[in-house]
């Protein structure tokens, strides 16, 4: 079965500095992996998306992921803050069944002026 | 295009009160979803479809009921609102179509915000 843990339930930071989103998955097979997006109010919006070709996936608006299978991580970053990326971030995991995603908890960005 | 759609946006159902929540696509996919978001945590799934006049159960299904007649439609229904079932309900889609690459990745709608009073 697959699971997906997000380590840190808020995180933090500056604007202007570096953005650090936490995802461990576990899976028995080779899944896809997906970073999604949530503003406040609003629907789920996907940001990048890893599928085995290459293990770092630029995603929109500046993110980007890693996949580490030695460490079964898909931590997501960003060089540098926004404002506007002050909104829930969702680790979800798939091994291509018909029955959906598995969702992390989320992780809520605060983007601190 | 629509993309997915959802109605009502908001609802406040008294106990006991059945409702449909609907959603409807125009992304030709076959593989259609329902999930319940609760405050603080991820999704969880209600029902699936992969095609028209097949659905199946997922992880929380007690308490709803859905049915595929089409492709483009997939409605959600509450027989017996409960205030266990105060959520935000999404409907998502995915492709699925033989020979098509990007088969894993949902798109979501906007979502339906549920109380039940």
């Known amino acids: 079965a697959q699971s997906v843990t997000q380590l840190d339930s808020h995180v933090s930071v500056s604007e202007g500095t570096p953005v650090l989103l936490r995802c461990n998955y576990s899976?028995?097979?080779?899944?896809?992996l997906f970073w999604y997006v949530q503003h406040p109010n609003k629907g789920l919006q996907l940001l990048l998306k890893?599928?085995?070709?290459?293990?770092l996936v630029k995603g929109i608006n500046g993110f980007e992921a890693e996949f580490k299978k030695s460490e079964t991580s898909f931590h997501l970053t960003k060089p540098s803050a926004h404002m506007s990326d002050a909104a829930e971030y969702f680790c979800?995991?798939?091994?291509?069944?018909?029955?959906?995603?598995?969702f992390g908890k989320g992780t809520h960005l605060i983007i601190q002026p | 295009n629509a993309g997915v759609t959802q109605t009502p946006k908001f609802r406040i159902l008294k106990i006991g009160q059945s409702m449909t929540l609907q959603c409807t696509q125009d992304?030709?996919?076959?593989?259609m979803y329902w999930y319940r978001q609760d405050p603080g945590m991820g999704l969880k799934l209600i029902y699936y479809?992969?095609?028209?006049?097949?659905?199946d159960k997922g992880e929380v299904p007690n308490g709803y009921n859905v049915s595929r007649s089409t492709t483009e439609d997939f409605p959600l229904r509450l027989e017996l609102a409960a205030p266990s079932q105060t959520s935000v309900y999404f409907c998502?889609?995915?492709?699925?179509?033989?020979?098509?690459?990007?088969?894993?990745?949902?798109?979501f709608g906007p979502g339906t915000r549920l109380t039940v009073l």
């Open positions: 998502a889609t995915r492709g699925g179509l033989a020979g098509v690459l990007d088969t894993d990745t949902q798109y």
């Open positions: 899976s028995s097979y080779s899944p896809s």
């Open positions: 890893y599928t085995s070709a290459a293990t």
């Open positions: 979800v995991v798939s091994e291509g069944g018909a029955d959906g995603l598995t």
């Open positions: 992304m030709n996919h076959n593989y």
């Open positions: 479809s992969v095609g028209a006049g097949i659905t």
